[in-house]
């Protein structure tokens, strides 16, 4: 097989996760809330929450955040204060299909995408690790094969 031919199917098969994210990027009708430590969230699923929905994944934000924040020990303030705007979109729960596996959760660098039946606390530390890591520029895509041993400090699941 030519360069050419490879250098193409390498490029086809990292440009497939951008199908996800275009498919549940949210709209002028996605319902929202600004969590009091600054991120939007979205919710993606198809369905409204209700009030004490909308409370619950408040709760569980807050806890990881304080959790991931400890452990990090964050040091990088222009970095948390962006990591705090980065936005939330909760989707179905429906399988992630990318490239070599299947995900629960992926991000985009600028959003974090989470499943709602995987909305919880590891899984909010694991892609704010990934966009800690890309903010405070020590990977430039977030170290998206878990290298970093941040990764296993701060008990984000692989």
């Known amino acids: 097989m030519s ?8 490029l086809i098969l990292y440009m497939l996760p951008g199908c996800a994210i275009i498919k549940n990027l949210p709209d002028n009708n996605t319902e ?10 979205y919710n993606q699923t198809g369905s409204p929450f209700s009030e004490s929905q909308w409370n619950f994944n408040f709760f569980i934000i807050e806890g990881a955040y304080e959790e991931f924040r400890a452990c990090a020990g964050i040091i990088n303030k222009d970095a948390e ?15 992630i299909d990318l490239p070599g596996e299947e995900a629960i959760a ?11 039946d995987f909305f919880d606390a590891p899984t909010l530390r694991h892609e704010w690790t990934h966009v800690y890591l890309y903010l405070s520029g020590k990977y430039i895509l977030g170290d998206l094969y878990h290298k970093d041993p941040f990764f296993k400090k701060c008990y984000a699941h692989n």
Do not use: C, Q, W
């Open 3 to 10: 360069s050419f031919k490879k250098a193409l199917i390498i």
């Open 81 to 95: 204060e962006r990591l705090l705007k980065t936005p939330i979109i909760i989707i179905p729960a429906e399988k």
């Open 106 to 116: 992926f991000i985009d660098l600028y959003n974090m995408f989470i499943r709602k």
């Open 32 to 41: 929202f809330r600004i969590h009091p430590l600054g991120m939007p969230v």
